[in-house]
Every structure is written in structure tokens, then in C-alpha cells.
């Protein structure tokens, strides 16, 4: 089994920048890659972006490429989300996840274990 916690939201202004947490522990069979996503009010769960394991390789959604940034310590089991130039839009419950495989990381169903998410609110 696998836990994760995010932390590190909270309400910025727009144009302001957060890094998100995410600890890991538990056993970990397989090395795979992590991701973030957010879910807004009314809105449907969307993909963030997502890191091998290695780090080497790292996807973006478009709406948020240029501006957020994912990292890992595996040493540690981090996993980090650096959030620049924030819009209103980008206002959301953000999750981080592990992913049962290395392909399609852009979709919810191919994560196998999810934190509990944390808040961040941007003002405009």
C-alpha cells in the first residue's frame, strides 16, 4: 500500500507562484512515474502534469506549461510541484498520484493510489 500527502496550498494573488508537497510511504513494488491533477468546483478532474521515475522525462497540460514545474527526490519519496505566474483559473483542489504505469499519464484511471489533496486558491 501507498500514502501520499500533498501539502503546501493555500491562497496566493494572481500572478504569485506555491510549491506543492507530496510525501510518499509505504511499500513500493514497482518504480513509477508520478503525476498531479486538479479538480475545480463543478469542473471534472483534469491532469496537471506527470514525472517519470528516473525524473528524466517530465508532460505538461497545455494550460499550465511554462509555468509549472514537477521535480522528485526519490531519495526522499517527493514529489513537488512549482507553480508560477498563477491565474484565478487555476483555482483548484490539487491531487498528486501514483501511477501503475509508465504510458497514458494523462488519465485518472492509470494511477493506482491518490492524496487526499490540497487547496490552493489564487485572487485576482
Known amino acids: 500500500q501507498v500514502q501520499l500527502v500533498e501539502s503546501g496550498g493555500g491562497l496566493v494573488q494572481a500572478g504569485g507562484s506555491l510549491r506543492l508537497s507530496c510525501a510518499r510511504s509505504g511499500r513500493i513494488f514497482n518504480r513509477k512515474a508520478m503525476g498531479w491533477f486538479r479538480q475545480a468546483p463543478g469542473k471534472q478532474r483534469e491532469f496537471v502534469g506527470a514525472i517519470s521515475w528516473s525524473g528524466s522525462s517530465t508532460y505538461y497540460a497545455d494550460s499550465v506549461k511554462g509555468r509549472f514545474t514537477i521535480s522528485r527526490d526519490n531519495a526522499k519519496n517527493m514529489v513537488y510541484l512549482q507553480m508560477n505566474s498563477l491565474k484565478p483559473e487555476d483555482t483548484a483542489v490539487y491531487y498528486c498520484?501514483?501511477?501503475?504505469?509508465?504510458?497514458?499519464?494523462?488519465?485518472?484511471?492509470?494511477?493506482?493510489?491518490w492524496g487526499q489533496g490540497t487547496q490552493v486558491t489564487v485572487s485576482s
Open positions: 498520484a501514483a501511477a501503475r504505469m509508465d504510458s497514458g499519464l494523462e488519465y485518472s484511471y492509470n494511477y493506482a493510489y
